[in-house]
Nanobody, 122 residues
Framework: RLVESGGGLVQPGGSLRLSCEAS????????IGWFRQAPGKEREGVVC????????KTPDSVKGRLVMSKDNAKDVVYLDMDNLKPEDTGLYYC?????????????????WGQGTQVTVSS
């Protein structure tokens, strides 16, 4: 199962590191994505890894500020977030699947965590 942690309240310009424990998953070959859902909005992908191509993808809205990494030995995926903005507020999910298409598309993923809340506010 997937378990996210690390969310919290942070001031604009601050940083957070989210973790996703991925026990029982093969991170070497899986597609991995981080998604977020803001109140009243649809869930959107913020960073992802395509398992087929090995490419990382990040939308322009978060490029350079949100970075994904993983520790295959520990079965953990991280999302490092810098220079956070109020519009980054939302419930953040990690997801794993056999991603072969657009890795920012949530339909590519079979397994999801419960999410961890990130609130950016002064």
């Amino acid at each position: 199962r997937l378990v996210e942690s690390g969310g919290g309240l942070v001031q604009p310009g601050g940083s957070l590191r989210l973790s996703c424990e991925a026990s029982g998953f093969n991170l070497w070959s899986s597609g991995i994505g981080w998604f977020r859902q803001a109140p009243g909005k649809e869930r959107e992908g913020v960073v992802c890894l395509n398992s087929a191509s090995g490419d990382l993808k990040t939308p322009d809205s978060v490029k350079g500020r949100l970075v994904m990494s993983k520790d295959n030995a520990k079965d953990v995926v991280y999302l490092d977030m810098d220079n956070l903005k109020p519009e980054d507020t939302g419930l953040y999910y990690c997801a794993i699947g056999k991603v072969v298409g657009n890795c920012l598309g949530e339909n590519e993923y079979e397994d999801w965590g419960q999410g961890t809340q990130v609130t950016v506010s002064s």
